[in-house]
DNA sequence: CCTAATGTTGAGCGTTCATTCAATGATATA
DNA sequence: TATATCATTGAATGAACGCTCAACATTAGG
C-alpha cells in the first residue's frame, strides 16, 4: 500500500529501527536486515534512501546528536547569569530523556566506531568541541580566562564520564546523583 | 618449524596481534584472518587457541585490564598518607604507557561491547568497581564516608571521561592536564 | 627408531553480509 | 485515461565471515 511522500516518514522509522538494533545488538550486530525487519519494511527500501548502510548510519548518529543538542535551546535563561547557565548546560546533559539506557548505549556505540570511520569521526568532534566551548564561554565570564578553561575541561569530562560509567548501570544514570557531582564540582570551582 | 613450548608464546602474540587490529579496524572490523595475519599464523592456529572468536576477545580483554592494573601495584607508599595513595591512584591512570592512543581505543572498543557480551560485561563491572572502592577507601580516611563517596564518584567519573575525552585527540590524552585536573579535584574536595 | 604429544596448516563448509537490479504497485498530473 | 514518478519488493550476486577437520611437521620420551 504505497502511497506519495512516504519519505520522511520511512527515514524516520528506519533511524528509529537503527537506534533499536544498536542498543540491542551493538554496532557489529546491526545490519540491514535487521534494521528493516524492524521497521517493518524490506531491506531494498533501506538502501533505497540512505545508499548504503554507512548512510544510514551517518544519518543515524546526526540524529542522535541533535537530540542531544535540543534540550537547550528551549530553555531561556537571561544572558547576565552565567552560572544558571552552566547549570542549565548541566541539567540538559542529564534530563531524563537523554539519559536513557537506550540513549547511552547508542552514544556509546557511535563514540567507539566513530574512531574509525571519518564521517563519524568529523561529527563527534564538533559534538565534543562544542559542549567544552560552552562552558567555557560562560565560565569566562566568571572566573580568569586560564581557570575558565581549566574548568571547562573538568566539567566536560565530569559530564561524559558520568554518562560513561552509566551505561553499565541497569538503572541507566543516576540522574540527581550525577547532576549534584556536577553541580558540586561548579560551585568549587567558582570559589 | 614448529617447537615445543609454543603456547604461551603464540597466545601472547596473538593477543598482541589482537590489541593491533581492534586499534586499527575497530571492534566490527577485527577478523580472526586479520589477526593471524598480523601475528604471523594461520587462521586455524588462532582457532586452536583460543577456541572461538570469542575466546579471543575475552583473553585479550582480561590482558588490557590486566595492564590497566598492574601499574600501582609497584608504587609503595606508607598506608598512613591516604592523599598520597589517591594520588598515586590518579597518576597510574595516566601513566605514559596507560595512555597511548592504542591503549584508549582499545579500552574503549571493549566498553561498548560489554554491553552486548556477558563474559566482557563482567570484566567490565569488576573493573568499574575496583577504581571506584579503591578511591572510596582512601577517601573516607579523609573526609566523612558520605562525602567520601560522593567524591569517589565524581573522581572515578572523572578519570573515565578524561580518558574517553583523549580518545578524540589526535595527540592522545594530554597526560600533564589531565592529571592535574583530577589533583585539583582532589584538593577541592578535601578542603 | 618408534610413538605419542604438540604445533601448524589449508582446504572446505555453511552462513550471513551489503549491495545490485529488474520488475511491480500505487499515485498524481496532464 | 495515459503516463511519468514515486514507493516497494524479492531474488540474485559475490565477497567475507567463523569454524571444522583431516593431514602433516616437529619434537620428546621410551
New interface residues.
Given amino acids: 500500500m504505497p502511497k506519495r511522500g512516504m519519505e520522511p516518514i520511512r527515514r524516520a522509522q528506519l533511524i528509529e529501527a537503527t537506534f533499536f538494533c544498536i542498543h540491542k545488538?551493538?554496532?557489529?550486530?546491526t545490519t540491514i536486515k535487521r534494521v528493516a525487519e524492524k521497521a517493518g519494511t524490506s531491506v531494498g527500501l533501506v538502501l533505497h534512501y540512505f545508499g548504503s548502510k554507512d548512510g544510514l548510519l551517518e544519518a543515524t548518529m546526526r540524529s542522535l546528536l541533535k537530540k542531544l543538542g535540543t534540550n537547550l535551546q528551549s530553555d531561556d535563561i537571561s544572558d547576565d547569569d552565567p552560572k544558571a547557565q552552566i547549570t542549565a548546560i548541566i541539567n540538559s546533559n542529564f534530563a531524563e530523556d537523554q539519559v536513557s539506557p537506550e540513549a547511552i548505549?547508542v552514544w556509546?556505540?557511535f563514540?567507539?566506531?566513530?574512531?574509525?570511520t571519518p564521517k563519524l569521526?568529523r561529527l563527534?568532534?564538533i559534538n565534543?568541541a562544542r559542549l567544552r566551548s560552552n562552558l567555557r564561554y560562560w565560565l569566562s565570564q566568571l572566573l580568569p580566562k586560564e581557570d575558565a578553561r581549566?574548568a571547562a575541561?573538568?566539567l566536560?569530562?565530569?559530564?561524559?564520564?558520568?554518562w560513561?560509567?552509566g551505561?553499565?548501570e541497569e538503572t541507566g544514570i543516576q540522574r540527581r546523583?550525577?547532576r549534584?557531582?556536577c553541580l558540586?564540582?561548579l560551585n568549587?570551582?567558582l570559589?
Fill in positions: 545488538y551493538g554496532f557489529a550486530g548505549t556509546l556505540a563514540w567507539g566506531q566513530a574512531l574509525h569521526s563527534q568532534k565534543l581549566f575541561d573538568g566536560a569530562a565530569l559530564i561524559d564520564g558520568l560513561l560509567r551505561a553499565f546523583h550525577a549534584d557531582i558540586d564540582y568549587r570551582a570559589k
